[in-house]
Nanobody, 121 residues
Framework: QVQLVESGGGLVQAGGSLTLSCAASGSIVSINAMAWYRQAPGKQRELVARIISGGTTNYADSVKGRFTIVRYNANNTVYLQMNSLKPEDTAVYYC???????????????WGQGTRVTVSS
């Protein structure tokens, strides 16, 4: 299986910065894409940023220009640099990996346990 361990959440004032980290481990054959999602209280989980193995990224409109996703394929880690944070960025952030654990199997989604980010006004 695949385990995703996140770190880096916390409390920050509006305008501040945080960097989230996620490390994937386990019986990984390959990872197609890694991403960060978030879920605010009372809202659905939404995609924040995604990066595929070739380096192509995409971001939610609400975070473009403020957040940067970086991935290191060699050690299956992904980071989310978050700048100019706003109170509306407050949420639990989840790491996601599209990975396969066998050469003959397809990719499936794996999730971390989540890390809480709170932005105070």
């Amino acid at each position: 299986q695949v385990q995703l361990v996140e770190s880096g959440g916390g409390l920050v004032q509006a305008g501040g910065s945080l960097t989230l980290s996620c490390a994937a481990s386990g019986s990984i054959v390959s990872i197609n894409a890694m991403a960060w999602y978030r879920q605010a209280p009372g809202k659905q989980r939404e995609l924040v940023a995604r990066i595929i193995s070739g380096g192509t990224t995409n971001y939610a409109d609400s975070v473009k220009g403020r957040f940067t996703i970086v991935r290191y394929n060699a050690n299956n880690t992904v980071y989310l640099q978050m700048n100019s944070l706003k109170p509306e960025d407050t949420a639990v952030y989840y790491c996601n990996a599209e990975a396969r654990i066998r050469y003959w199997s397809g990719y499936r989604d794996y999730w971390g346990q989540g890390t809480r980010v709170t932005v105070s006004s």
